[in-house]
């Protein structure tokens, strides 16, 4: 029962910002994509980008559309061992550069100590994952106004298996 509030306090901002979450302007979305295309090694038309919100955080894949295409899942998987170790030390310079100083969730996120948010990499057989979690309400509160920002800016694409894998935000 230690997690009952937070649980709860996580399906509420779930609940109330699930449907909230808006599509930027045609333009602002272009923008995001080619800012996105010069930070990450990989090619983004040949990739599909998740955030998934779950109670503790959220989940982020980016696989490669296509499976025997090993370059671009060593590629995908380098850049987010990159990123997930940066995360780790609180730098979410990369985030900036694609999406402002002022992105929502991002100035709390700053504000976290270390162990305070974890960012767990897994490499997947045809791209990665990072697992963003933790039992502070003010860091769930952040990584779900992150994630609905990375959504608005990019879209979320439709992975198949995720859907299966996600079905709820117990996570």
Known sequence: MKNYPLIVVGLLLFSA????????APKQVEEVH??????????LDQTLQTFTKTVHGGVQHVVVKSADNTKQIKLVQEHLLK??????????????RVHGPDMPGLAQLKKAETDDIKFEYKALPNGAQIHYSTEYPQYVQALHMWFDAQLKDH?????????????????
């Not at 910002?17 to 930027?24: C, N």
């Not at 080619?34 to 090619?43: D, L, N």
């Open 17 to 24: 910002t699930a449907s909230a979450i808006e599509q930027a």
């Open 34 to 43: 080619h800012r996105v295309q010069r930070v990450v090694p990989y090619a």
């Open 155 to 171: 879209g979320s694409d439709v992975i198949p298996e995720h859907s299966q894998h996600h079905s709820t935000i117990a996570e």
């Open 83 to 96: 990123v997930a170790d940066a995360f780790r030390k609180g730098d979410f310079s990369t985030t900036e």
